[in-house]
């Protein structure tokens, strides 16, 4: 045959493929993710799908990239990350150092009403679990009640909000009687907890008192105690104030001294 021709190897050769670059060994698939969310403050999929559509050609579906299923958020005040509360905030982890956890009272406030109902129920697929509460659920309830690493040591029950009057009344009535001399009393800034008559019913009782830093109910395990006690009142739903209390005292005893040594640790307050 005329002409010459060209070897085999160098016509396969001319018409290869630029060598692929090598696997990496270890994948980073969440490497775009990571720097997305670290761009949109609280997680939002709104706020994240727009930098990752950027970086691929096709849409993003932010539940399945995160993995874990949507989950509420936990909340804290804008106010706490301020830098004077953060100061504050700071004094107070340093100044916990010194206390004695055993000797610690917490005291606050929660609010309570006749509309009570759990949140959630069972319900066949594709069907709406619905509930009935009452729209007029009368006046509003407040209890105050006060925990140590053993428990709740003192409630009340009252109507209405808390004022000056109900507070020194539950200090001297109810919790006064069981302070004994270097108990520490804690309380958050409520206006109620901040006046000549408190300092002096403590005062009285041998106790010392202090005040949590603003915007911080972590520091504050009673809070977690709250959470417990109405979960019990929701799965009872009592629809009158006499029901109300009765429920309250049956709840109130539900929290047991593992449960408060738990939450003392867990807010930082080392109790065994």
Known sequence: MGGEST??????????????PAR?????????LGAARSAAPGGDAGRIRPPLQGERRHGVSC?????PATQKKALHASERDTPRVQRLRAHWRQKRRDLDPRRLIFIDESGLNLALTRRYARAPRGVRAVGAVPQNYGQRLTVLAALDCDGIRA?????GATDRDVFLSFLRQVLGPQLRPGTTVVMDNLAAHKNADVAEVLQRAGAQWCYLPPYSPDYNPIEQAWSKVKTWLRGIGAR???KLSRSLNAALTQVTPQDAKAWFRHCGYPVH
């Open 240 to 242: 009158t104030r006499r």
């Open 24 to 32: 990496p060994a270890a994948l980073d698939p969440f490497g775009p």
């Open 155 to 159: 409630a009340l029950l009252v109507p």
């Open 63 to 67: 539940p399945r990239a995160l993995g």
């Open 7 to 20: 070897p085999a190897l160098a016509r396969h050769g001319a018409n290869r493929r630029p060598p692929v």
